[in-house]
């Protein structure tokens, strides 16, 4: 379903107290489609979807951002949005 338009994939991280952005950044290497595969989940509505990751998407996230994921110090999610 997402092979035929453009997608942004992106890391989010928040303050685990008090929910502030912290930081985000682009996932290299990683597809809409194989964050769909990683998360287990269809991409329900084609414009936009967000997953909250657990420590069973952490190994394979970590490969494909500079970030240093710390799940004791912030809360993480991805996003897929598409590009217009």
């Known amino acids: 379903m997402c092979k035929n338009t453009s997608t ?3 890391l989010n991280w928040y ?3 008090g929910n502030s952005l912290v930081g985000e950044e682009a996932v290299q290497n990683m597809t809409a489609d194989d964050i ?5 989940t269809p991409f329900w509505n ?3 979807h967000c997953w ?3 420590r069973s998407h952490i190994a ?3 490969k494909n951002v500079p ?3 710390d799940t ?3 809360s993480y999610f991805v996003e897929i949005y598409k590009i217009s």
């Open 52 to 54: 909250a990751v657990n």
């Open 72 to 74: 004791k110090k912030y």
């Open 60 to 62: 394979t996230l970590q």
């Open 46 to 48: 084609n414009l936009y």
């Open 36 to 40: 769909l595969k990683l998360f287990e």
């Open 15 to 17: 303050e685990v107290k």
């Open 67 to 69: 970030h240093k994921i």
């Open 8 to 10: 942004k994939v992106i």
